[in-house]
């Protein structure tokens, strides 16, 4: 086992932090990100009509942006919560341990975002009629994505950081 | 920062109770935003809107005041205004269709303002007047005489506009669908596709319109031939199922202006979901006990139990939904009358 020393500490616990607190706002800004992207980017609408658009549609009934990104956000309110306990509750003698537990982690977050980001994209990049359902769907598909995201960084932790032999 | 180096964790059981803790803090932040902006607490606010100079500023007002209901009242002057003086089609009948939710006496000020207007001579002004009448949906029910005859109007899109709003109004539904069945044979492709949407998307089916809309599955145009198809694969009034669903839709806040404008435009056919209807007449909405009134109405001798509650109702705080009281007891004894005085004939 090797020892923890102080700087190592104190980085996972502004690791766990910054990976808590990025989950969540993360979770709640993506999909407006993205929306005000498509319209900058895509639409080539100039940013300060597509932040007025935004801010019109926030809670319009037919749009509520809004409640999209609370939809969004609940999945990665859950991974906050699981780094929290799981990442903030690994022991300090073994920094191993919280290591593979962040590369885990950052597998569920990773492919959580990519999934997000590519669902919330081709809603808006491809409307039709059944487009919003997406966004009814997307929470649950998250949260299945979770443990295989979690599962793969473990695995990828294993290859990257074997342990030493005792 | 070096306060827990003798935690056995990274983070001390104290620092993660504070972070749980400002997370559900920070949900009830969001809690409180959507709060704050929705609901009665953002009717000032939405009125402010309502004089933006941006016409989409003021049509996202609009549809907002009408999702709170009569708890908007205070917005009935500036969508009033919006509705009869904005220049924008868009502002005029988002802010009609708001009225509809918020007070039926101003929805009927609204109508009342364009009716006339579907005699102008100038085309854009009668389309208008079409659309906005459409926007208030049955609440412009007096409203449909004139509108029939601006089915005949020379310019195809009032016509095609006439057949949309007589589609939303949907009652009474026998003059409705007569008027949609001629627009299947106009000359014009616009105002049959249009006609024949209506079947596949907003109007109960009967057996003529099924014979009527047949022939179109053969229609040159592919897009009259596909909503020709969406219309006939579409459910039956005679379809148990489809009454079962409206009745369960009815008792759904949601959907129920929805389910009881499909049970008025049924008529008759409808006389099964009776029981799931009469607690609606006194519903707090207006447009409800409106909706409520004229679906049981139109059921006429199968909603001969409704006399009664209907009679109690003849003191409705609301004039617009008195009168439709009134007209569906006046509906239903009418109905009554002929099958009363045809059992006496029977009997020896």
Same mark, same amino acid.
């Given at each position: 086992m090797i020892a923890t020393t102080p700087e190592t500490s104190l980085r996972l616990r502004v690791l766990t932090r910054l990976g808590f607190w =990025?989950?969540?706002? =993360? =979770? @709640?800004? @993506?999909?407006?990100?993205?929306?005000?992207?498509?319209?900058?980017?895509?639409?080539?609408?100039?940013?300060?009509?597509?932040?007025?658009?935004?801010?019109?549609? @926030?809670?319009?009934? =037919?749009y509520n942006f809004f409640l999209i990104g609370l939809l969004t956000a609940a999945p990665f309110v859950v991974l906050s919560v699981l780094i929290l306990l799981h990442l903030g509750a690994a022991p300090v003698q073994d920094p191993l341990i919280a290591r593979r537990r962040t590369l885990g982690l950052a597998g569920a977050g990773l492919g959580m975002l990519v999934l997000a980001g590519w669902t919330h994209l081709e809603v808006l990049l491809h409307p039709d009629a059944q487009g919003a359902l997406a966004y009814l769907y997307l929470p649950v598909i998250l949260l299945a994505s979770m443990p295989i995201g979690y599962g793969l960084g473990r695995a990828i932790a294993r290859i990257l950081l074997p342990r030493p032999p005792a | 920062m070096t306060g827990n180096i003798s935690s056995p964790t990274i983070m001390t059981p104290r620092e993660i109770k504070l972070h749980l803790l400002g997370l559900v803090l920070f949900v009830g932040l969001l809690g409180l935003w959507y709060w704050l902006s929705t609901g009665a607490r953002?009717?000032?606010?939405?009125?402010?809107?309502?004089?933006?100079? &941006?016409?989409?500023?003021?049509?996202?007002? $609009?549809?907002?005041?009408? %999702?709170?209901?009569?708890?908007? %009242? $205070?917005?009935?002057?500036?969508? #009033?205004?919006?509705?009869t003086e904005d220049g924008n089609q868009h502002a005029n009948t988002t802010a009609a269709a708001a009225l509809k939710s918020i007070d039926l006496t101003a929805a009927r000020q609204v109508m009342t303002h364009f009716m006339p207007r579907l005699q102008e001579q100038d085309a854009q002004q009668r389309r208008t007047?079409?659309?906005?009448?459409?926007?208030?949906?049955?609440?412009?029910?007096?409203?449909?005489?004139? #509108?029939? $005859?601006?089915?005949?109007?020379?310019?195809?899109?009032?016509?095609?506009?006439?057949?949309?709003?007589?589609?939303?109004?949907?009652?009474?539904?026998?003059?409705?669908?007569?008027?949609?069945?001629?627009g299947l044979r106009d000359s014009s492709s616009l105002v049959r596709q249009t006609a024949v949407t209506q079947f596949a998307f907003t109007v109960p089916l009967t057996q003529p319109v099924v014979t009527a809309v047949t022939p179109l599955l053969n229609d040159p145009n592919r897009s009259i031939?596909?909503?020709?198809?969406?219309?006939?694969?579409?459910?039956?009034? &005679?379809?148990?199922? %489809?009454?079962?669903?409206?009745?369960?839709?009815?008792?759904?806040? $949601?959907?129920?202006?929805?389910?009881?404008?499909?049970?008025?435009?049924?008529?008759?056919?409808?006389?099964?979901? #009776?029981?799931?209807?009469?607690?609606l007449l006194q519903d707090d909405r207006p447009l409800i006990r409106y909706l409520a009134a004229e679906a049981i109405g139109a059921m006429g001798v199968s909603a001969k139990q409704a006399v009664q509650p209907l009679r109690l109702r003849r003191e409705d705080p609301d004039p617009v939904v008195r009168e439709a009281v009134v007209e569906a007891i006046a509906g239903i004894e009418a109905a009554m009358a002929p099958a009363e005085s045809s059992g006496k004939a029977a009997r020896p």
């Open positions: =990025g989950a969540v706002i =993360g =979770g @709640l800004l @993506l999909p407006w990100g993205i929306m005000l992207a498509v319209e900058v980017v895509v639409h080539q609408v100039p940013f300060a009509r597509a932040w007025r658009s935004f801010t019109l549609h @926030l809670f319009a009934p =037919g | 953002a009717v000032p606010t939405l009125i402010e809107m309502l004089q933006d100079d &941006d016409p989409s500023t003021r049509i996202v007002a $609009a549809e907002q005041l009408g %999702q709170v209901g009569p708890a908007a %009242q $205070a917005a009935i002057p500036r969508l #009033l205004a919006q509705a007047a079409c659309a906005v009448l459409g926007s208030l949906g049955p609440v412009a029910k007096p409203a449909v005489p004139a #509108l029939l $005859a601006a089915g005949h109007d020379p310019d195809e899109l009032v016509r095609r506009n006439a057949l949309m709003a007589l589609a939303s109004i949907g009652i009474p539904s026998p003059p409705i669908v007569a008027a949609l069945l001629e031939a596909t909503l020709a198809r969406s219309a006939l694969d579409k459910a039956r009034p &005679d379809e148990a199922t %489809q009454l079962e669903s409206l009745g369960l839709m009815v008792q759904h806040s $949601a959907a129920r202006d929805y389910a009881l404008h499909q049970l008025a435009q049924l008529g008759p056919a409808a006389g099964d979901a #009776l029981l799931p209807v009469l607690p």
